[in-house]
């Protein structure tokens, strides 16, 4: 069974830095890409960034080009989301999720729970 | 940048009921979008991709039909635990999703 759990999330002050994880099992995570997107409070899903699945490839949303790193540790099935120099619009649930390949296009069939980020003086 | 845009943005419906929902691209995306379910406090659940093929485990009451900049989600039979907010995705150069349809009940 495909698992996928967060961590990391908590308050943190404007200009902060927080660092998210995300421990999967049930799958060989070394040969999938991996995501992450949040959704703020009351508010639609938005994509964040992904890595390949040997992590030599990431990509991120324009909101945190500069800002945030996506990483992996492959021989600990972990995925890391770390987030610097944070903004009150950063305020958000964070999901991990698997990404699934079809015709070369991404979706995301394995979620985790989510872990929230509020950034707040 | 391709938008998709979902309409309506709240379905009130009673069980038993059909459903449909739209996802609309501002520019053709193919057939490359997916459908999700979010019920509250809850994940997104990948339920249809590729605009028509459903994903392991969904049931036969979901569809997915369309292609080019128009697309439908159906759920041929309105269950309880099928109201939820439905989000469509697409892929280009990065992931994008639709704004959301809230479907509520009657």
Redesign the interface.
Known sequence: EVQLLESGGGLVQPGGSLRLSCAASGFTFSSYAMTWVRQAPGKGLEWVSGISGGGSSTYYADSVKGRFTISRDNSKNTLYLQMDSLRADDTAVYYCAKVFHYYDKEYFDYWGQGTLVTVSS | EIVLTQSPATLSLSPGERATLSCRASQSVSS?L?W?Q?KPG?????LI??SS?R??GIPARFSGSGSGTDFTLTISSLEPEDFAVY?C???SN???????TKLEIK
């Open positions: 490359y997916a999700y979010q809850q994940a997104p659940r990948l991709y590729h093929n994903a392991t989000y995705q697409h892929h990065w992931p994008s999703f639709g704004q959301g």
